[in-house]
């Protein structure tokens, strides 16, 4: 079950939750904003006193003006309405900027912050969260906050003022008749309460299934040659309108609620001020009390009631934006797997390339029964051309994951140049490493945009060296735009070659003391292979470097290969050396040369292979 249904499970499971509480982590970002947020509050007041006002007026229009019919009198009180009138258009519009404006930088800063924090996490966070899901997440919770502080927020703090200042008027104006209205509050108010969680439970869940339905039509259009491929698209189209009518109906369901909710608000409401009204109208018969008093009554009745029946229409978006809020600062508050020594350590002198790991064990979050590396121990010396060899799920791409700390071990340590790598900043360990993984990651931009990541502030000279380096050079200018040609989502315009000949560029450019190629040109032709390597030669010099291959073409000229075998490190050497040995090495090289020759057969070939390790 993913993270957002096991929120939206435990909100059903806990009517506490429904509380408004989560909505006070926004007051930080609000706070940000000092004289803003003190001219919103002014103008709300400003809005919501002169509302209070107009009754008052208007009886002395009835009382003193009309019924004393004096002309002067009358054109003052009704000039005195026009003013009051007049300060609450102003007031209204200078709140109706200011919340807006607030709610515009809020939302920003929001969703900046959580962007942050998102990007900051560990890959074990991303191995149990869906990109798709978190964006959508994203998107959706931030629109709701930002709706709800524009509007819901704002309408609703002007109509509390105006409920609390209409019922103490009404008080002051008839006590008999506010009585009256104190014994109807609690009939109006207690069903609309419940009422309002049942609303909420369904809000969240459409929320919910909303961001469901986002995610997958997310992960369906980044895979969309797959689909096409297979002649799906009819059975994702399916799908997708399955799960959009599911999504439309918990939609209907929760307006059909709220819509009732708002219905059973007005007719309480308006009732219980009508029934009221009868009363009073009684008073005013047997002179009890003026017109103009009744009048004024009300309309403070009015504006009470008509504030509290907009409370419970707005209520429904102000706790949908509170369970938003709720989810984001979780976002917020998540801990990385891997976290930063508070007072890292930081390299006294220019970074050699010297590794270590030492007896080191590691099983992925995801399948933590199934060990991937076992007490793996093993050292690189600085500038040392290392290749790394097994076959597939023998941990090789996990040490690299492990060096750059995209995970911690769980037994172990690995040290860079005699630190241990948890105590540097993350920023000066990744800094030590330039990658080339073997998923290549492109981003939908130019080919110049794309090279220039590893160094954004790199000058076009060193982004076309870097290029001609990686043999990237001729077919980037072959393309009718050259450097600036936008290769589309995860470079998907380009071929496999391509795609890994710009990865190399990026990490040429990037200039870090160490390499990292994981299957760096696994999707080259032989002669493409052949150039890369030739150019990687001057490349390599001084920098320490762990290659990842399968070719012998690649590994044949490392200083030294590492094997491994369902992930166990279990032998070192030369070629020359573990070709010797005839153990797992030599095997794979057997393998991979000529799979259907007879024993006599390979073992010519195994002499073969040692005499082409010899002169080279």
Known sequence: MNAASNHAKDRDENPSRSQLHPLKRLLPYLGRYPFMLSLTIMALLVAAFATLALPFATRLVIDKGIAGGNVNEIDIYFQSLIGI???????????????????????????????????????????????????????????LISSAIRASVSQALRNLVVLFGGLLMMIITSPSLSLMVVVAIPVVVLPLVFYGRMVRRLSTNAQEKMAELHQYGAEILSNIRAVQAFGAEEYVNDKFSTSNEVTVEKGMA?????????????????????????????????????????IQFMLYAVFAGGAMG????????????????????????????????????????????????????????????????????????????????????AGKSTLFQLLLRFYDPLIGSIELDGIRIDKLSLDELRDSFAVVPQEVSLFDASIYENIAFAKPDASKHEIITAAQIAQADEFIQGFT?????????????????????????????????????????????????ERVQLALEDVLKGKTSLIIAHRLSTVMNADRILVFDHGRFVEQGTHQQLISKGGLYAELARTQLQPDLTDTEQSSVDEEISETAVSD
């Not at 708002?262 to 017109?291: C, K, P, Q, R």
């Open 85 to 143: 009138v007049a300060i609450l258009a102003v007031g209204s519009a200078v709140r109706f900027y200011c919340v807006f404006w607030l709610g515009e930088r809020l939302v920003a800063d929001l969703k900046r912050d959580v962007f942050s924090r998102l990007i900051s996490l560990s890959a074990g966070f991303y191995d149990t969260h869906h990109s798709g899901e978190l964006m959508s997440r994203l998107a959706a919770d931030t629109t």
């Open 254 to 294: 929760r307006t059909k609620a709220r819509a009732f909710l708002t219905a059973v608000a007005i007719f309480l409401v308006m009732v219980s001020i009508v029934l009221i009204l009868w009363y009073g109208a009684h008073d005013v018969i047997n002179g009890e009390m003026s017109a103009g008093v009744l």
């Open 310 to 393: 907009s409370l419970t229409e707005v209520w429904g978006e102000i706790s949908q934006a509170a369970g938003a809020s709720d989810r984001l600062s979780e976002f917020l508050s998540t801990r990385s797997d891997v976290e930063e020594d508070p007072e890292p350590v930081e390299f006294s002198e220019p970074i050699q390339g010297k590794i270590e790991f030492k007896e080191v064990s590691f099983s992925y979050p995801t399948r933590d029964e199934e060990a991937v590396l076992h007490n793996v121990s093993f050292t690189i010396e600085p500038s040392e051309r290392v290749a790394i060899v097994g076959a597939s799920g």
């Open 481 to 529: 735009n050259g450097y600036d040609t936008r290769i589309g989502e995860g470079g998907q315009s380009l071929s496999g070659g391509q795609r890994q000949r710009i990865a190399l560029a990026r990490a040429i450019l990037r200039g870090s003391p160490i390499l990292l190629l994981d299957e760096a040109t696994s999707a080259l032709d032989a002669g493409s292979e």
